[in-house]
Nanobody, 115 residues
Framework: QVQLVESGGGLVQAGGSLRLSCAASGSIFSINAMGWYRQVPGGQREWVVTLTSGGSTNYADAVKGRFTISKDNATKVVYLQKNSLKPEDTAVYYC?????????WGQGTQVTVSS
C-alpha cells in the first residue's frame, strides 16, 4: 500500500527558508515521477515542481530559482528546499505522483510566510 507523508512546514518570515520532506512507502518511489503541489484556502491545488525517476526537474515559474526538489532513494524521501520565501508561498504543500493520483494525497504540511 502506497502512503505519502509530508512534514517540515511551519511559520517563517519573508526571505527565510524551509525544507519540506515527503516520506514515501511502497514501490512508486523509484519508478514514478514525484512532485510537490500546493493549495491556498479557497483555491485550487496547483502543481509546483516535478522530479522524474531519471532526475530531471521542472518548476512552476512562480518558484523557479527559489525552490529545489531532490530525493534520497535509500530512505525514500523527497525534499523541497524553499529559499527566499514570499508571503504568496503561504499554502498547504502536498507531495504526489506526477501526474497526480487522488488516492495518494496525504495530509499536507502548512507553510506560512509572514511579511
Amino acid at each position: 500500500q502506497v502512503q505519502l507523508v509530508e512534514s517540515g512546514g511551519g511559520l517563517v518570515q519573508a526571505g527565510g527558508s524551509l525544507r519540506l520532506s515527503c516520506a514515501a512507502s511502497g514501490s512508486i518511489f523509484s519508478i514514478n515521477a514525484m512532485g510537490w503541489y500546493r493549495q491556498v484556502p479557497g483555491g485550487q491545488r496547483e502543481w509546483v515542481v516535478t522530479l522524474t525517476s531519471g532526475g530531471s526537474t521542472n518548476y512552476a515559474d512562480a518558484v523557479k530559482g527559489r525552490f529545489t526538489i531532490s530525493k534520497d532513494n535509500a530512505t525514500k524521501v523527497v525534499y523541497l528546499q524553499k529559499n527566499s520565501l514570499k508571503p504568496e508561498d503561504t499554502a498547504v504543500y502536498y507531495c504526489n505522483l506526477v501526474p497526480r493520483l487522488n488516492r495518494y494525497w496525504g495530509q499536507g504540511t502548512q507553510v506560512t510566510v509572514s511579511s
